[in-house]
């Protein structure tokens, strides 16, 4: 509760803080809350709004396990995408 520790202590700003989980301590009115969780929020699933799907768009059947076994995307993929996008863009613009 940030606003709530904020308001006994004036002095400790949100520049004291590096990163919370959740990053809100209010839910907004009819929003989402923290959306971090809402790709295997239950409601979200339910509706079948919100799961990792295969190439065939197949619900896994266990999300959790689907996920944890990503591999991570390295800056060097990441710059090497970024490229390839910005050279499109620029092949776009020039047609």
Do not use: C, H
């Not at 803080?17 to 009115?29: A, E, G, I, S, V």
């Not at 944890?68 to 620029?90: A, D, G, H, Q």
């Amino acid at each position: 509760m940030i606003s709530l520790t904020m308001e006994k202590r004036y002095e400790i700003g949100l520049d004291s803080y590096d990163r919370l989980f959740p990053n809100q301590d209010t839910m907004p009115k009819g929003g989402f809350g923290n959306l971090i969780a809402l790709p295997l929020q239950k409601k979200a699933r339910s509706n079948g709004n919100s799961e990792f799907v295969d190439g065939n768009f197949n619900s896994y059947e266990d999300q959790w396990f689907y996920l944890s076994n990503l591999k991570k995307v390295t800056i060097e993929k990441v710059e090497e995408i970024l490229s390839i996008v910005e050279e499109r863009e620029k092949e776009e613009l020039n047609q």
